[in-house]
């Protein structure tokens, strides 16, 4: 495994990561003469899905983070902050 996957999956990650493996299943299958054949290895398809469900939950986090208050344009020192008790 890389170390990318060392971290194990929180529920919240867990649980998207198996919506996407049953959707990733439900599309992955071909139908030769009324009979279905899985083309990737299902165990694949779950690997895919950890993955994609750890970066959905980074970019995520990213965009919350970013989506967040900002500290723009203001430098307080301590000086100013002892004006403040006068």
Do not use: C, H
């Amino acid at each position: 495994m890389s170390a990318e996957t060392t971290a194990p999956p929180s529920s919240a990650q867990q649980d998207l990561a198996a919506r996407i493996y049953v959707e990733l299943v439900g599309r992955a299958f071909l139908r030769v003469e009324n009979v279905a054949v899985f083309k990737p290895d299902s165990e694949e398809l779950a690997q895919i899905s950890l993955r994609l469900a750890g970066t959905f939950v980074q970019a995520q986090a990213a965009e919350r983070a970013a989506s967040g208050p900002k500290n723009v344009g203001y430098d307080i020192q301590l000086s100013d902050i002892g004006n403040w008790e006068k």
